[in-house]
C-alpha cells in the first residue's frame, strides 16, 4: 500500500514569495490533514478535511494560508505572502475516516524562508 | 500551562538499555493517547494507540496510561541503534469530528552502540 506522498520536499523562498505544498493521501482515505512542524516542536494541526469539506481550520492563518481539496483526493496548501516565522516542516497526513483515525503522515515539505 | 508536556531531552543510552519516555497533560477530556516516533527528515510513525487508562504492550514497546495523574508513558525495551529517532506523545478528547491531536515537542532518543 502506497503511503502518503508529498512534494516537493524542500523549497526555499524568500519573505513575501508564495509557495505552494502538494499532498496525495492513502487511496480511500476520506480525512485528510495538514500539520505545522517548527523545529524543535511537536505537529501543529492547521486544517482537516473531511472528504472536500473542511471540518477543522481554526488554526490556519487565513491571511495568509489557504488549502484545498479538490475531488475530495489530492490537496495543496498555500503561503501567500510568506513571512519568515513560516519556515517550518509541513506535514500532510491521511485517516480512513474521523471513526478510524489512525493518521498516517508523509515525509512533509521543508519550508525555508529568507 | 501547556495542555501536553514532554521533556525534550535529549536522552542517550546504551544499547540493550530500557528506555522510559514520559508525557503529562493538563486536559482531563483527552481519552486518546498515542505514541509516534519520527526519525530525522522523516514523518511520524504510529508506535502505540492506548484508549483510555491502563497498558498495552506490542513487542518491545509498553505504553502506559494513568488518567488519575495525567500522566502517560513508553517504554523501550532491549533498545537497538534503530531506536534512535524522536519520540512523540499525542493526545485526542473525543472521536468523531471533534477529534484533534495535541502533540508534545517530542525527546530525542539516541541509543549507542
Known amino acids: 500500500e502506497a503511503g502518503v506522498a508529498q512534494s516537493p520536499r524542500y523549497k526555499i523562498i524568500e519573505k513575501r514569495q508564495s509557495v505552494a505544498f502538494w499532498c496525495n493521501p492513502i487511496?480511500?482515505?476520506?480525512?485528510l490533514y495538514w500539520y505545522q512542524q517548527i523545529l524543535g516542536q511537536g505537529p501543529k494541526l492547521l486544517i482537516q478535511?473531511?472528504?472536500?469539506?473542511?471540518?477543522?481550520d481554526s488554526q490556519l492563518p487565513k491571511d495568509r494560508f489557504s488549502a484545498e481539496r479538490l475531488k475530495g483526493v489530492d490537496s495543496t496548501l498555500k503561503i501567500q505572502p510568506a513571512k519568515l516565522e513560516d519556515s517550518a516542516v509541513y506535514l500532510c497526513?491521511?485517516?480512513?475516516?474521523?471513526?478510524?483515525?489512525?493518521?498516517?503522515f508523509g515525509a512533509g515539505t521543508r519550508l525555508s524562508v529568507l | 500551562q501547556k495542555e501536553v508536556e514532554q521533556d525534550p531531552g535529549p536522552l542517550s543510552v546504551p544499547e540493550g538499555a530500557i528506555v522510559s519516555l514520559n508525557c503529562t497533560y493538563s486536559n482531563s477530556a483527552f481519552q486518546y493517547f498515542m505514541w509516534y516516533r519520527q526519525y530525522s527528515r522523516k514523518g511520524p510513525e504510529l508506535l502505540m494507540y492506548t484508549y483510555s487508562s491502563g497498558n498495552k504492550e506490542d513487542g518491545r514497546f509498553t505504553a502506559q496510561v494513568d488518567k488519575s495523574s495525567k500522566y502517560i508513558s513508553l517504554f523501550i525495551r532491549d533498545s537497538q541503534p534503530s531506536d534512535s529517532a524522536t519520540y512523540l506523545c499525542?493526545?485526542?478528547?473525543?472521536?468523531?469530528?471533534?477529534?484533534?491531536?495535541?502533540f508534545g515537542k517530542g525527546t530525542l532518543l539516541t541509543v549507542n552502540p
Open positions: 499525542a493526545m485526542a478528547n473525543s472521536g468523531g469530528s471533534n477529534y484533534k491531536l495535541t
Open positions: 497526513a491521511s485517516s480512513l475516516d474521523l471513526v478510524v483515525n489512525i493518521q498516517y
Open positions: 478535511f473531511q472528504n472536500n469539506g473542511v471540518v477543522d
Open positions: 487511496s480511500g482515505h476520506a480525512t
